[in-house]
């Protein structure tokens, strides 16, 4: 568990160890032993002024997602993933728990073992929030694919079962956008068939949809081939139009915090700065060693 804050505001965020990137991702499954302890780093705690842990009062928003959202570390930065800027755009009695993954799809998420390390912990009250796809899509890799009207939703069940079954509200997110323009500079989509998928089984379900798919969509092209870059993990060495610098990761984490609020699964009390200009300072990437 880490702590960091600026302008006199601090926001608890919890993390796993420094994962891998997407392309080096290994075939991973989780002891039991290794789920336990996952589970205990990622414990949202509450301090007092003076610094000492106090019973367990406040919500959590947990996050079961892939890169996109995940938290990165010193060795990956400028990269950003949206769940590191969210605190940003949340009060201070709604902790965000991100157990992101680089990497993960809905499938090899569960295979591991890393939404039982979830429901180890959440508790009547607090949120999940998934946001799955990008690594879904990956047909040549059956660790991680899964087909949009079969098993992507059978898998995405298991979370708002999961869920559910320990008081929790379940919420689902369409994947954000990857930075695609074609020739006449329009942004073009990019996931197929996963968010219409996961637009039915929310129908379906009863269970609140934050639409990041059309939302950043919508973003990128307003901002156009040219400044959408700024947003991206676009560097000397390197063009990634998948993963954000601290620009992007905020600019997600402003819609994701607006649609919790728009979709009434977050009061106005819970929400804040959403119209706010955050300062790409308040990113932080910590030491792989320090976790």
Same mark, same amino acid.
């Given at each position: 568990?880490?702590?960091?804050?600026?302008?006199?505001?601090?926001?608890?965020?919890?993390?796993?160890?420094?994962?891998?990137?997407?392309?080096?991702?290994?075939?991973?499954?989780?002891?039991?032993?290794?789920?336990?302890?996952?589970?205990?780093?990622?414990?949202?705690?509450?301090?007092?002024?003076?610094?000492?842990?106090?019973?367990?009062?406040?919500?959590?928003?947990?996050?079961?997602?892939?890169?996109?959202?995940?938290?990165?570390?010193?060795?990956?930065?400028?990269?950003?993933?949206?769940?590191?800027?969210?605190?940003?755009?949340?009060?201070?009695?709604?902790?965000?728990?991100?157990?992101?993954?680089?990497?993960?799809?809905?499938?090899?998420?569960?295979?591991?073992?890393?939404?039982?390390?979830?429901?180890?912990?959440?508790?009547?009250?607090?949120?999940?929030?998934?946001?799955?796809?990008?690594?879904?899509?990956?047909?040549?890799?059956?660790?991680?694919?899964?087909?949009?009207?079969?098993?992507?939703?059978?898998?995405?069940?298991?979370?708002?079962?999961? &869920?559910?079954?320990?008081?929790? @509200?379940? +919420? !689902? =997110?369409?994947?954000?956008? /990857? %930075?695609?323009?074609?020739?006449?500079?329009?942004?073009?989509?990019?996931?197929?068939?996963?968010?219409?998928?996961?637009?039915?089984?929310?129908?379906?379900?009863?269970?609140?949809?934050?639409?990041?798919?059309?939302?950043?969509?919508?973003?990128?092209?307003?901002?156009?081939?040219?400044?959408?870059?700024?947003?991206?993990?676009?560097?000397?060495?390197?063009?990634?139009?998948?993963?954000?610098?601290?620009?992007?990761?905020?600019?997600?984490?402003?819609?994701? &915090?607006?649609?919790?609020?728009? @979709?009434? +699964? !977050? =009061?106005?009390?819970?929400? /804040? %700065?959403?119209?706010?200009?955050?300062?790409?300072?308040?990113?932080?990437?910590?030491?792989?060693?320090?976790?």
């Amino acid at each position: 568990m880490r702590s960091w804050g600026a302008a006199g505001s601090s926001w608890l965020v919890a993390q796993f160890p420094a994962p891998l990137r997407e392309e080096r991702l290994p075939k991973v499954s989780l002891t039991r032993r290794q789920v336990t302890v996952a589970a205990l780093a990622a414990v949202p705690v509450a301090f007092s002024a003076t610094g000492t842990a106090q019973a367990r009062e406040q919500r959590t928003l947990y996050i079961a997602g892939d890169s996109t959202a995940a938290q990165k570390y010193s060795d990956a930065a400028p990269e950003t993933g949206w769940g590191m800027a969210l605190p940003f755009f949340l009060c201070k009695d709604l902790a965000v728990a991100n157990h992101a993954v680089n990497g993960r799809s809905s499938k090899s998420f569960v295979d591991e073992g890393r939404l039982d390390a979830i429901l180890g912990l959440i508790r009547p009250g607090d949120f999940l929030l998934v946001q799955f796809a990008h690594n879904d899509e990956k047909s040549a890799d059956p660790t991680r694919y899964t087909e949009p009207w079969t098993t992507y939703q059978d898998y995405l069940r298991r979370y708002l079962d999961g &869920a559910r079954a320990k008081g929790a @509200r379940p +919420v !689902l =997110a369409t994947p954000v956008e /990857r %930075r695609k323009f074609d020739a006449n500079g329009n942004a073009v989509p990019t996931h197929g068939e996963y968010p219409a998928a996961m637009r039915a089984l929310a129908g379906e379900e009863g269970v609140a949809l934050l639409d990041i798919q059309a939302l950043s969509l919508a973003l990128w092209q307003r901002l156009g081939v040219e400044e959408t870059k700024k947003y991206f993990n676009w560097t000397d060495t390197e063009q990634d139009n998948t993963h954000f610098n601290p620009p992007g990761a905020i600019a997600v984490a402003r819609l994701v &915090a607006g649609e919790l609020l728009k @979709r009434r +699964v !977050l =009061a106005p009390r819970d929400v /804040r %700065r959403l119209d706010a200009e955050i300062p790409e300072s308040w990113i932080t990437w910590p030491s792989p060693a320090a976790v």
